[in-house]
C-alpha cells in the first residue's frame, strides 16, 4: 500500500516535497515512480527511480524536480523546485517489482497506487 503526502498550494518559484511511504512487499526491488494527473487530462509520468537507484524524469520536470528513494523507511520522495502553474495536478506514487525499462513511463504498468496528493501552484 502507498500513501503519498506533502502536497499543497504553492506560488510559482515556490518548493514542495511529496513523501510517499509504502507498506508490505520487498520496498528495495521495487521500481518506484510519480505521476500526475491534470483536471480533464491524462495521468502523465513525472519521474521513477529504479531499485538501483537509476533515475528518470519528464523533459518538463528535468532540473527542477529530484525523485529519491529511503529503503530503511519504505519511502519515496518527490523534490519539487521553480513549480510553475502548468505543474498543478494530482500527484500519484505506484510500484512495481516487474515493470521493465521500456515501460516505466506507463501508467498501466503499475497496479499499485498511492492516494494522490493535490499540488496547486498559482500564478
Known amino acids: 500500500q502507498l500513501q503519498a503526502s506533502g502536497g499543497g498550494l504553492v506560488q510559482t518559484g515556490g518548493s514542495l516535497r511529496l513523501s510517499c511511504p509504502a507498506s508490505?512487499?520487498?520496498?528495495?526491488?521495487?521500481?518506484l515512480v510519480w505521476f500526475r494527473q491534470a483536471p480533464g487530462k491524462e495521468r502523465k509520468f513525472v519521474a521513477g527511480?529504479?531499485?538501483?537507484?537509476?533515475?528518470y524524469y519528464d523533459d518538463s520536470v528535468k532540473g527542477r524536480f529530484t525523485i529519491s528513494r529511503a529503503n530503511a523507511k519504505n519511502t519515496v520522495y518527490l523534490e519539487m523546485s521553480s513549480l510553475r502553474p502548468e505543474d498543478t495536478a494530482v500527484y500519484y506514487c505506484?510500484?512495481?517489482?516487474?515493470?521493465?525499462?521500456?515501460?516505466?513511463?506507463?501508467?498501466?504498468?503499475?497496479?499499485?497506487w498511492g492516494q494522490g496528493t493535490q499540488v496547486t501552484v498559482s500564478s
Open positions: 505506484a510500484a512495481s517489482s516487474s515493470v521493465i525499462l521500456s515501460n516505466l513511463r506507463s501508467h498501466a504498468a503499475y497496479n499499485s
Open positions: 508490505g512487499g520487498t520496498f528495495s526491488r521495487y521500481t
Open positions: 527511480i529504479r531499485y538501483n537507484g537509476y533515475t
